[in-house]
C-alpha cells in the first residue's frame, strides 16, 4: 500500500482484511401482533426490520429474540473491513508515528 509515493504497508489482502467483522446486518420480517424486538435499535425499512449486531454471540440473541416475536430472518450478512478502511487505518497510524504532513 502506497502513500504519496511511499510504502505504509505491505502484505496480501486476506492477512490485512482479518477475519473480524465490522458488524452483521440481520433482516427481520415485522413481527406479528405488533410485538417488539430491537428495543428501538432497528432500523424500519418497509416491511422490513434492519438490526447491525456487533458480533455473532449478538446476532444470535437477536434472532432468538425475533423468533420469540414471530418475526423472520430473512436475510444475514457479516460486513467486513474494505481497503479503503485499511487504508484509512494505515495513513493515519503513520500521522501519528509523525509520518505523515
Not at 420469540?68 to 500521522?95: F, H, P, T, W
Request: net charge negative; charged share 30%.
Amino acid at each position: 500500500m502506497l502513500l504519496q509515493g511511499r510504502k505504509v504497508a505491505e502484505g496480501n489482502v486476506e492477512e490485512m482484511m482479518g477475519r473480524e467483522v465490522k458488524y452483521i446486518e440481520l433482516v427481520f420480517s415485522q413481527p406479528r401482533g405488533g410485538a417488539a424486538i430491537g428495543n428501538g435499535t432497528g432500523i424500519l425499512q418497509g416491511e422490513s426490520l434492519v438490526i447491525r449486531a456487533v458480533n455473532f454471540d449478538e446476532a444470535d440473541r437477536w434472532i432468538a429474540d425475533a423468533r420469540e416475536g414471530g418475526s423472520q430472518l430473512r436475510s444475514m450478512v457479516s460486513v467486513k473491513r474494505n481497503l479503503e478502511d485499511i487504508y484509512v487505518e494505515q495513513v493515519e497510524a503513520g500521522a501519528l508515528r509523525g509520518g505523515g504532513k
